[in-house]
């Protein structure tokens, strides 16, 4: 798979009938088409320091290329929205303008078109946890090498510095499910992290009220993490409702269920990339003569 124009046959077959239909809708009708994405560990490699994350060096080009071509591209993250702009090289990128970022499970948007982030207040849970939790995690004998991440609208629980990751996850679920709790937050788990953040925003809500928005067609949503559940729900919920979708997942061990559900398993960051570079090829065959309308 590549970025060798006129070359469909390149894209992988999904291994269900349902994300068979998803991709021949896709591919049938672009313009209405949404390509959904996760941020971390779907565009950018999973490392042990949040900060140091940034895109696959093949993801700003192959979305830039499907960009013209498809109704929008949605990245819909537990990021700050713009951070994920940052450390995706999005803002300004030819092909891109028809892209937003969810950022914060969609209580966060960028827009490419106006470059700007708008987010409501933040909520005040968050404010105490952020002063709680050091002492919390000292407290109930935390595993030496977790740490916190500050992320704003959220604050995040890591233990994937621990000598044993899994375990010290699991020791810590329950007490920060409490603590969360307590402020009128829930937790998020992912991969070796617990986020606590606000009620009522997860990565379908987020997906499904934006594909309403653009009136979307078919969608192909691609994630790594157990978060992205939420958003594989939303589009299971769209093909009982007759709307075709495709789910990807950015394959990896640690997340089965995410695989089991999956229409198609691509190897990390470097297949979602391979896997846009290949229906950019194939749209591109199709439709030669410029991009494809928006959904409206």
């Not at 798979?1 to 046959?9: D, E, F, L, T, Y």
């Not at 994920?84 to 209580?107: D, I, S, T």
Request: net charge negative; hydrophobic share 45%.
């Amino acid at each position: 798979m590549g970025s060798n124009p006129g070359k469909p046959r390149d894209l992988p077959t999904p291994a269900t009938t349902e994300g068979k239909e998803g991709l021949a809708a896709l591919l049938a009708e672009p313009g209405r088409a949404v390509i959904a994405l996760d941020f971390d560990g779907t565009l950018a490699p999973i490392v042990p320091d949040p900060d140091s994350a940034r895109a696959h060096p093949g993801a700003a080009p192959a979305l830039a290329r499907l960009g013209p071509r498809v109704g929008s591209i949605a990245v819909v993250t537990g990021r700050p929205a713009g951070v994920a702009v940052r450390y995706g090289g999005f803002a300004g990128v030819p092909g891109l303008e028809r892209l937003v970022v969810l950022g914060h499970y969609g209580a966060e948007r960028w827009d490419a078109a106006s470059g700007e982030v708008h987010a409501p207040a933040p909520h005040p849970g968050v404010n105490a946890v952020r002063a709680e939790l050091p002492g919390f995690l000292d407290r109930i004998g935390a595993w030496r090498g977790t740490w916190i991440e500050d992320k704003g609208r959220a604050v995040a629980v890591h233990t994937r510095r621990t000598e044993d990751p899994q375990a010290a996850f699991e020791s810590l679920r329950e007490p920060v499910a409490e603590l969360a709790a307590r402020h009128g937050l829930i937790v998020e788990p992912g991969r070796a992290v617990l986020e606590l953040r606000p009620p009522g925003m997860d990565k379908g809500v987020a997906l499904n009220d934006y594909l309403r928005e653009v009136h979307a067609g078919p969608v192909l949503y691609a994630g790594d993490d157990l978060g992205d559940l939420a958003a594989f729900a939303a589009v299971e919920k769209r093909r009982a409702d007759g709307l075709p979708g495709l789910l990807v997942c950015s394959g990896n061990e640690e997340v089965a269920e995410l695989a089991a559900r999956a229409d198609l398993v691509v190897d990390g960051p470097a297949g979602v990339v391979a896997l846009l570079d290949a229906l950019a090829d194939a749209l591109a065959d199709a439709l030669p003569d410029g991009p494809a309308d928006a959904p409206g």
